[in-house]
Structure formats: C-alpha cells, structure tokens
C-alpha cells in the first residue's frame, strides 16, 4: 500500500469540496481531493444556478469570482405568480440593497476546477472505493484504489463532501446520527433549452395545475421547470407537452412572450427535505449535500453547503493558526442552526407553491391565504426576501 500525508483530505470534487479545497490551499493548509468520477462527469451535473450573496462573496474570496462577475446576472428581485396575479419582491428594497446571483452550478464547478489546476493543488479523479478511517482516534487516514493500487492518505481532519449518495455519512455508524426526512409527492421535470428568458427575473407560479418556475442561465439560456407527479417517466414527456404545460401555468402575458425551442437536457427531480445530526463523527466533518437536502423551490441547496465550508474553513484556520481546537466540537451546532433556517423557508416556500393531491379543500385555503397575507404585507414581503438572499454566516469565535 503507498501512502500519502496531507492535512485536510477532501472526499468529492463537487462544488463544496472544491471551493473548501481552494479557500484552504490559499491559507496555506494542505489538501488533497479524493472524486470517484470524472471530472466531465462532475461538469456534466445540471444543477441550480441562484447563488445568495454569502456564496457570492465566499466565492470572490476564494479568488475564483473573475468569470462570474463578468458573465453572472445580478438579480434585485423575483416575481410571484399566484393563480394569474403577479407580485414582484424587491429583494433589493426589502433587505438593504442585497441582491443574488444568476450564474449555474456547473460554472461555479468549472471555475473552482481551473484554479485548483492553476494552484497545483492536487485532485485524484476517478478514486475507487474511497473509506475514511480512524475518525475517532487520532490518526485519521483515508484509503482508495487507483488503477489497480490501493492508497493511504494520512490526514488531521476529513471533509465529507461527496453528497447524499456519498460514502462519508455512510461511513459513520448509523446509531450515532438522527434522521429527519420528508418525502414529496412530486417531482420537477426540468428543461434547459437555448431561448431568452421569459422574464428579465426568476418567475415562481403557483397554479392550479400545479407549480412552475422560469429560470435562466444566461440571456440566452433558460432552465424552466413544471411540478410532475412522482412516478413520472421523462420519456412521456415531449418537448411540445413540456412547452404546452408550462404556458398554461403562467399568466397570460408572460405565456405570450415565452419563446420555446429544442430542450438540450430534460430530466425529473424528485423533492425531498433531509437532515442528519449531527454533522460532524470525530474527525470526519460532513458538508453540503452529505448532511443535508432541500427542495430546491428556496434555491438552498447549493448556498447551504457554501455555509457549511465557510463555517469549516474558518473553524480550521483558527484550529491551525490559533491552536483553537476546542471549536471543532462546535461545527455541527453552528451548521444546523442555518440549516434548519433554511429547510424552514424551502419547505414553506414548497408547501405554499405546490399543489398537493392531498390536501383537502380547507387546506388548500389555509394555504393560498398564508401566501396571499405574506405577500400582501411589506413585513411579509421583507421575511420571503431575508430568507431569499440568504441568512447572515454564522461569525467564528
């Protein structure tokens, strides 16, 4: 078995382990990244593209921000659709000028993957068979194989930030995390299509048909959504069908300038909240999407895990620059309290948007005069926008 010595070794070359990688390597603590894919695989992932001014500036940080700041999209507000009626939230106004960021998560991906190149910093790329251990000792290491070799990296500490799917939370032992999950009962069939956007800001309908959202990449191209039962097949849905649908749930002038044209990439998500507690077994500290989802109806997910890695990062430089041990044990706590914040607004955010076969008519009410009073009130109004632009970091101390 060879063996290699780093500080912090990285599991998953995703958005999270790659940003915590370069803001590390720029403080002058060593990393390695272990990816079990490719990176064209990493870069083929189609995901969200709404990024809270938190992210914005964690990513100008890290020195990585060049091309979004030049090419992202600068939104100071979103429009509600409700049954036909439209309601812009100014976020700008509401939050004291904070805006957010249109600029996808593949990009992001793409960026941070240049500079760690750039930087030198190393990333194994399809590493098999990835197991942390030791993590409640104190000498925690990481094993992989690598064409056909198997490797010892020797490490101080361990980021999990492989995903929902990842070997990192599945690592831990099941009697030491607590579950929280919610399943729902539909899905999104998303489109990417090269047209312009409908709409010179984020669009979220709410139908009776069922939910939508107009979303964009660029000027010129757009990422739209439809709410879709669960079992859905992606195959059944035909690019007409998909367009048909969605103009139906929008209202009627903005369903006049949509602009349709061939999908480039169709797929169905489905929607589910999860949490485990706590993020963090000894050593092996989990991030992003190993800890925790959201429905993306809050364009959380991603933000969230630039949480996380800020809280981690700077938990880290005091640990080596100050010695500050003692705030590793802090980093789950610190974590889920945003976290929770977070699956809060994305479950109301879903449960007031959505509609649920399920609900009977008086919770379809119920529902509808919630949204209508936030809406309808500038308190309410400022609550969706705080939410919306992101809660404040946690500060480290």
Same mark, same amino acid.
């Given at each position: 078995m060879k063996t290699l010595k780093t500080q912090i070794a990285i599991i998953g070359a995703g958005p999270s382990g790659l940003l915590l990688g370069q803001l590390l390597h720029n403080a002058g603590i060593d990393t390695l990244i272990l990816e079990r894919q490719t990176p064209d695989y990493v870069l083929g992932r189609i995901? *969200?593209?709404? &990024?809270?001014?938190?992210? =914005? #500036?964690?990513? +100008?940080? $890290?020195?990585?921000?060049?091309? @979004?700041?030049?090419?992202?999209?600068v939104h100071g507000g979103f429009e509600l659709a409700l049954d036909g009626r439209q309601v812009h939230i100014d976020l700008q106004a509401l939050t004291g000028g904070k805006t957010v960021m249109i600029y996808g998560q593949t990009e992001v991906t793409r960026d941070l993957m240049a500079a760690r190149r750039e930087a030198g910093a190393p990333t194994i790329y399809q590493a098999s068979n990835v197991v942390p251990h030791g993590m409640k000792s104190d000498e925690a290491f990481v094993t992989f194989e690598k064409d056909g070799e198997t490797w010892r990296v020797d490490c101080d500490y361990i980021a999990g930030c492989d995903g929902f799917h990842g070997v990192a939370r599945q690592s831990i032992p099941a009697d030491c995390l607590k579950v929280f999950e919610r399943v729902y009962p539909f899905g999104w069939l998303g489109i990417l299509a090269d047209t312009p956007p409908v709409h010179d800001e984020?669009?979220?309908?709410?139908? #009776?048909?069922?939910?939508?959202?107009?979303?964009?990449?660029?000027?010129?191209?757009? +990422?739209?959504?439809?709410?879709?039962?669960?079992?859905?097949?992606?195959?059944?849905?035909?690019?007409?069908?998909?367009?048909?649908?969605?103009?139906?749930?929008?209202?009627? *002038?903005?369903?006049?300038?949509?602009?349709?044209?061939?999908?480039?990439?169709?797929?169905? $998500?489905?929607?589910?909240?999860?949490?485990?507690?706590? @993020?963090?077994?000894?050593? @092996?500290?989990?991030?992003?999407? *190993?800890?925790? /989802? =959201?429905?993306?109806?809050?364009?959380?997910?991603?933000? &969230?895990?630039?949480?996380?890695?800020?809280?981690?990062?700077?938990?880290?430089?005091?640990?080596?620059?100050?010695? +500050?041990?003692?705030?590793?044990?802090?980093?789950?706590? /610190?974590?889920?309290?945003? =976290?929770?914040?977070?699956? !809060?607004?994305?479950?109301?955010?879903?449960?007031? &948007?959505? !509609?649920?076969?399920?609900?009977?008519?008086?919770?379809? !009410?119920?529902? $509808?005069?919630? &949204?209508?009073?936030?809406?309808?009130?500038?308190a309410g109004?400022?609550?969706?926008?705080?939410?919306?632009?992101?809660?404040a970091y946690e500060a480290i101390e």
């Open positions: 995901r *969200a593209g709404v &990024l809270e001014q938190g992210m =914005v #500036e964690l990513l +100008r940080q $890290a020195g990585v921000s060049q091309r @979004m700041d030049a090419e992202g999209l984020l669009v979220y309908a709410r139908h #009776e048909r069922g939910f939508a959202l107009c979303s964009m990449r660029s000027q010129t191209r757009t +990422r739209y959504y439809v709410q879709v039962p669960a079992d859905d097949n992606v195959e059944d849905w035909s690019d007409e069908r998909f367009w048909d649908e969605l103009k139906s749930r929008l209202p009627s *002038a903005l369903a006049e300038k949509l602009v349709t044209g061939p999908s480039i990439e169709k797929s169905i $998500a489905p929607l589910r909240s999860f949490v485990v507690e706590p @993020m963090q077994y000894g050593r @092996m500290f989990l991030v992003g999407d *190993a800890a925790h /989802i =959201v429905p993306p109806t809050g364009a959380k997910g991603l933000n &969230l895990a630039a949480s996380d890695v800020s809280t981690l990062f700077n938990i880290l430089l005091k640990v080596y620059r100050d010695g +500050r041990t003692d705030l590793l044990e802090k980093y789950s706590q /610190i974590c889920l309290r945003r =976290v929770w914040k977070a699956e !809060r607004f994305s479950w109301w955010m879903t449960s007031m &948007l959505h !509609r649920f076969d399920d609900h009977d008519a008086f919770n379809q !009410r119920i529902s $509808a005069a919630e &949204l209508d009073y936030f809406v309808d009130s500038e109004r400022k609550t969706i926008a705080e939410n919306y632009v992101g809660l």
